[in-house]
């Protein structure tokens, strides 16, 4: 019942690696990752592909296709020409590991440094009132699946991988906003710790980061464009540029909300006496690895085929083929075991 | 030539699993001062929770005040039909306020009621509306919040230390495929790095398994690819024992079309929020299939079920809210006698109930899971649904209050839906988000004070890591051994076709054959290409799992002669009172075969026996257990506890 049709995969890791060609059934009704699954199922069953609930809630199978980021079981394969080529490449801006996956560790770096949630002191676990239409505004950027398109999107770490370290991308600026939007949040400098600490200002509102979101948050409108404004807002309101003229910036920064660089939110009280301020981590000091008694380790962690790994050069053929060597082999000894 | 290099770790606590109980576990274990590493078979933050729609079960009473942990422990009885371990029911009717309290504190955001507590919605089973929810993406809110949770932590951490991971530590896109003894004591768990293919070695004097469900044995499941089995698998080698196996829970409403989002489900607020189930005819059909149990509690006519949504006091709910395992089999008669659609399924509708922009509001997941996913509006037509296997009730068998895994075992701990007990034979909705919370929290609790108990450090053996990398590389030294994809779809058509929703012996004995052939086959199976994120390889790891739980599954559908919950024989149609005395004991023989054992259920304590009523109690103990009821419950029923055998629970349980 299936119709064949042409798909062309990138495949290949860090080292490289090029696009192939399939072709791939395809029958009514299904999305891109369905034909991934089919690759894998029939034909190449080493394909990488990251994937989890194919319905959209998860945001694993983050791709580009045909150029576009897109999530691989968003996209119906009833979108495409019946003899349109579909041409699946991973996501450009994180480092590829292998063939469609790639290394999105930049955003869980990114995630750590945006500070967390600083709970109401004195309010009791049961006792947080906030009305719906307050708790709304954050409940849009809470929708992120975290599926990193916008990220990935964005032009100001695309191709810009200088730019990756100062800037967080509109992932984590709609964290911010929803931190700062949260009804009960302890924390009121989450506008001004965006602009200085996660680069909010390298953002030009293209709003490229709103057109690829898969869960239609508006993330220019709704987050990024509030957050600038309020922080402009600050800057030059005349008591807030007074107050900075009067106050040494140890005072404003000791001011109630404002924890300059520290993230910490709180101290989470423990369970126990050791989290409640006892020594960390435990009642063991340190421990090194365990010897055996020759005082070898259990597990050799020196024991792979080839010493040291890959060749930094790129070659996999190892030892170098003797015209390549430019050095001279030390004379082997006479084997006098035989 | 079994050449690695394997990266070694040391911890106080391994949780295996990055769910909603391996999340809540992990915090608790590093609140409790231990070295806490979370092994996550995908990326931080996708796990298999986030599907969760309808909310999290607690008895807070923000919606109606009658609500409190005796009525939800009493729902989660009915609902597990009185199989379920009375103390893990207990503890979760009693913890699940607290737990999603707590959640609070970490940020999450709960949709509100009109005076700013947090909101609360109807759900099959349960007397009260009494999920907490955001939208119809709970599960969402709660992974994130608990991921959040973790990144506080780190972030307090790195305050104090320099270094985010020094007390918690996430290791993502990792699978776990053994864990490591000395003599009974866990001392350890070996796994590979997804992504490089790389071994890791964490050595740690506790454990806790939260690796979630096996669906992924089945041919149509809501389950993803990380669902195969591994915990239960993993406590089974290392001595644990698993119960309730043949308990699986097939929810009643995926979607049937189109075929590439079969399986996924459909949220049941969808009927708590007024949708109904209509057979191709158009008939209102489940007025048809409300089994005698539950007759006082539902209509018998449409209009008393409209009026419910309503007036849920003086009206009796509609029958499209009866038990999940209720509405299934139901579903699956229409179907098999010619009512369904053309995709095997029936309609599930809100379009005709309420009106769009309602519809949009309260439901915008669904909205955008069936526009985007499926192309269908649901506005304005009909959905198609059928039964999807969902969740496994059954697991490692665990000590209630402590959440450590029985058997030969120590230092392992289970919570979440590996762990099995808290639902009996049958989860209520919105029960699974809260037993991770409640559960989750226990196990890390209680992992932490073993681990402070031990006088010295269990040790890994070295011919334990070294046969555990044997067995990780051997389907790479078979290339030309059989394909794994092809293991996996013929071990779900055994599953699906013969140890499915209806089960008969004659299939259940084929089955067991079939899986021993498959047994056979599994051994020779071979995985092309390197190391390197290579799917292929492992899914061949996982398909041992797989195995091993699918044969419980069977082994024990086929010794349970009756029907109950999660749990259908054609031929044994009725439930049976002696059977709810048993629960089947699943564990490894020297052999490495499944050897399967009857042992008596815990008898409920007397107070929380006497919150149900005779007449009910009579549909399910057999005659020995009400005259032992009759003898504590004393000549006129004195003996009850204050305020809840009263008027208000009359009311509700009409």
């Known amino acids: 019942m299936g119709t064949k049709r042409h798909f062309r995969v990138w495949r290949g890791d860090s080292a490289g690696g090029d696009i192939e060609d399939f072709d791939v059934e395809v029958n009514e009704g299904e999305v891109v990752l369905d ?36 999530l691989g079981c968003m996209t119906r394969m009833s979108t495409f020409e019946e003899d349109e080529t579909v041409t699946i490449t991973p996501l450009r801006t994180f480092p590829v590991i292998r063939d469609l996956v790639t290394d999105v560790s930049f955003n869980y770096e990114k995630a750590r440094e945006t500070p967390a949630f600083a709970p109401p002191p004195g309010v009791a676990p049961g006792d947080y009132r906030m009305q719906q239409v307050d708790v709304e505004r954050s409940q849009e950027f809470r929708k992120c699946i975290e599926c990193f398109l916008c990220q990935n999107t964005c032009h100001v770490v695309r191709d810009h991988e200088e730019n990756k370290a100062a800037f967080s991308g509109p992932r984590y600026f709609i964290r911010a906003a929803e931190l700062d ?95 409640q301020g006892g020594a960390f981590p435990t009642h063991r000091g340190p421990e090194g690895p365990e010897v055996r008694e020759d005082g070898k380790m259990d597990v050799t962690e020196v024991t792979l085929p080839t010493q040291g790994g890959p060749s930094p050069f790129g070659d996999q053929q190892f030892p170098l083929p003797s015209d390549r060597v430019s050095y001279q082999q030390p004379a082997q000894p006479p084997d006098n075991d035989h | 030539m079994t050449t690695a290099r394997i990266e070694r770790h040391h911890y106080d606590v391994v949780v295996i699993g990055a769910g909603g109980a391996g999340l809540r576990a992990a915090i608790e274990a590093r609140l409790a001062g231990k070295r806490t590493a979370i092994i996550s078979k995908s990326l931080f933050g996708k796990a298999h929770t986030v599907m969760a729609e309808g909310g999290a079960a607690a008895a807070m009473g923000n919606v109606n005040s009658r609500d409190n942990w005796m009525v939800h422990f009493r729902d989660t009885m009915r609902g597990g039909k009185f199989l379920n371990n009375f103390r893990m029911a207990e503890l979760h009717a009693k913890e699940a306020p607290e737990r999603i309290w707590e959640l609070e504190t970490y940020g999450a955001l709960f949709d509100r009621t009109k005076d700013g507590k947090i909101s609360q919605r109807n759900f099959g ?27 506080s932590l780190q972030q307090e951490d790195f305050a104090e230390t320099g270094n985010y991971d020094s007390r918690i530590r996430v290791f993502s896109e990792t699978t776990i495929t053994e864990l490591l003894l000395d003599g009974n004591k866990v001392a350890g768990a070996f796994g590979y790095y997804r992504e490089s293919g790389e071994f890791l070695l964490l050595e740690a004097p506790a454990v806790i398994l939260a690796t979630g469900g096996v669906g992924r044995s089945y041919k149509v499941t809501s389950n993803s690819w990380e669902y195969t089995g591994d915990g239960h698998a993993l406590a089974l080698r290392a001595g644990a024992t698993l119960i309730n196996m043949e308990f699986l829970q097939f929810h009643p409403t995926g979607m049937v079309w189109p ?59 509609p029958p499209e809210l009866l038990p999940r395992d209720e509405v299934a089999r139901a579903i699956n008669s229409e179907v098999k006698a010619g009512r369904g659609t053309k995709a095997g399924g029936v309609l599930l509708d809100v379009s005709t109930r309420m009106p769009a922009e309602t519809i949009t509001k309260r439901l915008p997941s669904m909205y955008h899971q069936f526009k985007e996913l499926a192309d269908v509006d649901i506005t304005k037509e009909p959905m198609e649904v059928g039964p999807t296997c969902h969740y496994v009730m059954g697991g490692v068998e665990v000590e209630p209050d402590s959440a450590a895994a029985m058997g030969t075992v120590e230092g392992l701990f289970a919570a979440g839906e590996v762990s099995g007990g808290m639902h009996g034979s049958n989860r209520l909705g919105g029960n699974s988000l809260s037993d991770l919370l409640v559960f989750g929290k226990r196990a890390g609790e209680h992992a932490a004070a073993y681990t402070d108990s031990l006088a010295k450090r269990p040790k890994v053996a070295t011919s334990d890591v070294e046969s555990a990398v044997v067995t990780a590389l051997a389907p790479l030294e078979r290339q030309g051994g059989e394909n794994p994809y092809t293991l996996q779809q013929d071990l779900q058509a055994v599953m699906g076709d013969l140890v499915g929703i209806i089960r008969r012996a004659g299939e259940l004995t084929d089955a067991l054959k079939r899986i021993q052939e498959l047994k056979l086959r599994v051994a020779q199976v071979g995985a092309a290409g390197g190391r390197r994120y290579n799917p292929g390889w492992h899914l061949a790891l996982d398909l041992r799992n797989m195995l091993i739980v699918s044969e419980c599954t069977a082994k024990a559908a086929l010794e349970r002669e009756e029907s109950r919950g999660g749990h259908t024989r054609e031929d044994f149609p009725a439930m049976n009172p002696d059977w709810r005395l048993v629960n089947l004991v699943c564990s490894l023989d020297n052999s490495g075969d499944v050897h399967l054992e009857r042992k008596p259920l815990p008898r409920m304590r007397d107070e929380l026996i006497q919150l149900f009523e005779r007449t009910e109690l009579s549909k399910y103990l057999t005659e020995d257990e009400l005259t032992q009821f009759d003898a504590i419950e004393g000549p006129k029923g004195d003996a009850r506890v204050p305020g809840v055998r009263t008027d208000p629970s009359k009311t509700e349980a009409k």
Request: a neutral charge; glycine letters at 8%; charged letters at 30%.
């Open chain 2, 259 to 317: 075929p590439s989002v079969k399986g996924i489900l459909v949220t049941e607020s969808v009927r708590g929020d007024g949708g109904v189930l209509r057979n191709s005819d158009g008939k209102r059909f489940m007025f048809d299939y409300v089994p005698d149990v539950f007759r006082k509690q539902y209509a018998d006519t449409e209009e008393e079920a409209d009026r419910w949504y309503n007036d849920p006091d003086n009206n009796r709910r």
């Open chain 2, 125 to 151: 089973g349960h007397e009260y509306p009494r999920l907490a929810h955001v939208g119809d993406r709970t599960g969402l809110e709660l992974i994130r919040t608990l991921q959040q949770k973790i990144v």
């Open chain 1, 35 to 70: 034909i991934i699954h089919r690759l894998q199922a029939t034909q190449t069953p080493d394909l990488a592909c990251r994937w989890n609930c194919k319905a959209g809630k998860c945001g694993s199978c983050s791709m580009e296709i045909n150029g576009k980021p897109r």
């Open chain 1, 181 to 275: 939007m949260h009804p009960l949040d302890d924390r009121e400098d989450r506008k001004e710790y965006a602009q200085a600490n996660q680069g909010m200002g390298y953002c030009n509102i293209t709003k490229c980061c709103t057109e690829v979101c898969p869960e239609h948050i508006k993330i220019t409108d709704n987050a990024i464009i509030p957050m600038k404004e309020r922080v402009v807002d600050r800057r030059y309101d005349p008591l807030v540029w007074l107050g900075r003229k009067i106050f040494r910036r140890d005072e404003l920064d000791g001011s109630n909300g404002s924890r300059g660089e520290n993230m910490a939110p709180s101290t989470s009280v423990g369970v126990t006496d050791l989290a």
